[in-house]
């Protein structure tokens, strides 16, 4: 049990960038209970008027300029703090692996998929 947290790509036409399921996804990238990233993702799902009660197993597109204020944070070390049953902690040594991923994430955009982030806890 706990957080489990991953990015995928999909060739689909979503209908928007929240609340979409996609008929076709492939992983990308996969984290285990960094809530701090989780909760940016969770506050970027609410800016884009992303409506689930429960930010939980619910889909969230990714654009370059997303892309491009998460690795500010990351290096800024601006990931909000965040808890949740089972979450465990983000202490710090994730970011290289963080950072990676919004490397791959950017190559993937560029090759004209859509990126988009998921979560199950």
Request: hydrophobic share 35%.
């Amino acid at each position: 049990m706990g957080l489990d947290m991953y990015a995928y790509t999909t060739n689909d036409r979503l209908p928007g960038q929240v609340d979409f399921e996609p008929e076709t996804a492939t992983e990308l990238h996969y984290w285990r209970k960094h809530p701090n990233l989780h909760g940016w993702m969770e506050r970027l799902y609410r800016e884009k008027n992303g409506c689930a009660e429960s930010f939980n197993c619910v889909n969230l597109a990714l654009t370059g300029e997303d892309l491009d204020r998460l690795e500010a944070d990351i290096r800024a070390g601006n990931l909000p703090p965040t808890t949740g049953f089972f979450f465990g902690q983000s202490d710090g040594t994730e970011i290289a692996d963080d950072l990676a991923f919004v490397t791959r994430a950017r190559e993937a955009l560029a090759a004209g998929l859509t990126v988009f982030y998921s979560s199950w806890w």
